[in-house]
Nanobody
Framework: QVQLVESGGGLVQPGGSLRLSCAAS????????MGWYRQAPGKQRELVAA???????NYADSVKGRFTISRDNAKNTVYLQMNSLKPEDTAVYYC???????WGQGTQVTVSS
């Protein structure tokens, strides 16, 4: 059974940076697209960024130019580098393997002064 474990969340001031990691167990990681999603209180879960097996990426308009998704297939890990963080980025962030029901447990990101 493949499992996803996120890490790297925390409390940061506006304008700060965080790097989230999502480590996957199992050998299927490299063939799937991966996504980072987030869910703020009272809001629906939304796609933040996605990266395909070949490395192409796409981003939500709200994070373009500030967030960068990347992957290391040798380590079965996908990353989300978040810069110039804003209070509206506060949410629980989840990683997801595309076309599957596999989600991580989530990691809290809080942007506040």
């Amino acid at each position: 059974q493949v499992q996803l474990v996120e890490s790297g969340g925390g409390l940061v001031q506006p304008g700060g940076s965080l790097r989230l990691s999502c480590a996957a167990s199992g050998s299927i990681f490299s063939i799937y697209a991966m996504g980072w999603y987030r869910q703020a209180p009272g809001k629906q879960r939304e796609l933040v960024a996605a990266i395909r097996s070949g490395g192409s990426t796409n981003y939500a308009d709200s994070v373009k130019g500030r967030f960068t998704i990347s992957r290391d297939n040798a380590k079965n890990t996908v990353y989300l580098q978040m810069n110039s963080l804003k209070p509206e980025d506060t949410a629980v962030y989840y990683c997801h393997i595309a076309t599957t029901s596999l989600w991580g447990q989530g990691t809290q990101v809080t942007v506040s002064s």
